[in-house]
């Protein structure tokens, strides 16, 4: 399994942005740099203040349909947490899912699939793409929960 960096991320989604005819702008290039360099799952309105700070002109609604054209691109990945809606640069140099602490958003992969345990899929369907997130608590936040909170 090759190791992926900072570099390579940056790269994967510039790559897939002038792969759709995209422009290479400096705030395109920040966009990538600042989700390669996060490693963590950032809510548009965390990118939008980001992205503000080096470019006051920019819009909320410019950074959101962004992230909405990169998240369709498969660059980047899209959560539903339990504080809203989130984004993170995706793992794309091997196939693997994930396991995310709800409490502290802590992401452990696992290479396990569990679709290759899935049958009697209608034949007439073709499966592009598939995605298996399992939610729950890391060791951390679960040793650091009061009792009668873990019983609920």
């Not at 400096?26 to 990538?32: G, K, V």
């Not at 499966?127 to 890391?138: D, K, L, P």
């Amino acid at each position: 399994m090759q190791v992926s960096t900072h570099t390579d991320t940056i790269d994967e989604m510039l790559r897939a942005m002038s792969q759709k005819g995209w422009r290479i702008t400096e705030q395109r290039r920040s966009l990538a740099t600042l989700f390669a360099e996060s490693g963590s799952y950032l809510a548009p309105k965390d990118v939008y203040d980001h992205m503000k700070i080096k470019y006051p002109g920019v819009s909320f609604d410019t950074v959101y349909r962004n992230l909405r054209l990169l998240s369709e691109m498969g660059v980047l990945e899209q959560f539903h947490l339990a504080d809203g809606l989130k984004f993170k640069a995706s793992c794309l140099s091997h196939h693997h899912h994930h396991m995310i602490c709800v409490s502290c958003e802590k992401t452990v992969t696992f290479e396990f699939c569990p679709m290759k345990l899935v049958k009697d899929l209608p034949e007439s369907f073709e499966i592009q793409s598939h995605r298996f997130e399992i939610f729950g608590y890391c060791a951390d936040c679960k040793s650091a929960m009061p009792a009668a909170q873990m019983s609920e």
